[in-house]
């Protein structure tokens, strides 16, 4: 952990501070082991990788949907209010509660499969390329605040 305290590019501090997370649940199957800072920074940076990488969608059906409760509180709390928003109307194109349960969200999820969905999704998936927040930087300052709470 100390190796990555030294890092001074945010871009590499971020993505260090993101595998150690990530070694440290266990790719997400421990989330027991993050303090609320951590647990934080853990789920913006899941949002931004599943939606980087397939957009929304790929998000909600992947294991960081079991996040979609928490994402819009998250990106708040580390200043990304665009993002928050993003995310916000995300979740409201399904107009119910997104389960926790991975297997219950994908039954609900192909329940679901409209065209209106995904213009939706396709929507907020290019408003979050154009990445008017600056998560990097957000991110970067939310850890070094919270500093005490990353072990």
């Known amino acids: 952990m100390e190796h990555i305290w030294s890092l001074t590019d945010t871009n590499d501090f971020v993505v260090a501070m993101t595998e ?5 649940t266990r790719y997400g199957d421990d989330m027991s082991v993050l303090s609320e800072a951590e647990r934080i920074f853990y789920i913006t ?17 992947n294991s960081g949907g079991s996040f979609s409760g928490e994402l819009v509180n998250a990106f708040t709390a580390i200043g990304a209010n665009a993002t928050a928003a993003i995310c916000r109307k995300a979740i409201a194109a399904f107009g119910r509660d997104i389960p926790v349960d991975r297997d ?38 939310f850890v070094m605040k919270n500093k005490e709470s990353f072990t």
């Not at 150690?20 to 440290?24: A, F, I, Q, V």
């Not at 609900?108 to 390329?129: P, R, T």
């Open 45 to 61: 940076q899941t949002l931004e990788m599943e939606v980087n990488n397939g957009g929304f969608s790929q998000f909600f059906y």
């Open 104 to 141: 219950e969200r994908e039954q609900m999820l192909d329940e679901m499969d409209s065209d209106e969905i995904d213009e939706i999704l396709d929507e907020c998936d290019s408003a979050f390329y154009d990445y008017e927040d600056d998560l990097n930087e957000l991110n970067y300052n």
């Open 20 to 24: 150690h997370l990530e070694n440290k």
